[in-house]
Nanobody, 121 residues
Framework: QVQLVESGGGLVQPGGSLRLSCTASGSFVRILNMRWYRQAPGKLRDLVAEVSAHGTTEYENSVRGRFTISRDDAKNAVYLQMSSLKPDDTAVYFC???????????????WGEGTLVTVST
């Protein structure tokens, strides 16, 4: 009964910027850590960025300094601000969250359906 919905994907030129959003809805107690993953064609799904329940952030090396992950607990949302985009950033981006419910006190894994980001001229 918990859903994650992403938005903000699309086509952008190299060097451009894009902001992804992910909002959790349904019945839950607390959102713990939240992540953005991406999966490029022919590649494995890779972790892009993470923000913990305490606000601590981590980034994959190739996006550090260009991407910023943030969360808004009042809106049950996580964001990924992407700047200086490169063609290699092209991928389906997935939102992930570990969320506690009355039936999962230590948290369960939830995934969004993914949003496509294409960086091309």
């Amino acid at each position: 009964q918990v859903q994650l919905v992403e938005s903000g994907g699309g086509l952008v030129q190299p060097g451009g910027s894009l902001r992804l959003s992910c909002t959790a809805s349904g019945s839950f107690v607390r959102i713990l850590n939240m992540r953005w993953y991406r999966q490029a064609p022919g590649k494995l799904r890779d972790l892009v960025a993470e923000v913990s329940a305490h606000g601590t952030t981590e980034y994959e090396n190739s996006v550090r300094g260009r991407f910023t992950i943030s969360r808004d607990d009042a809106k049950n949302a996580v964001y990924l601000q992407m700047s200086s985009l490169k063609p290699d950033d092209t991928a389906v981006y997935f939102c992930y969250a570990k969320i506690t419910t009355p039936y999962r006190y230590y948290g369960a894994d939830y995934w969004g359906e993914g949003t496509l980001v294409t960086v091309s001229t």
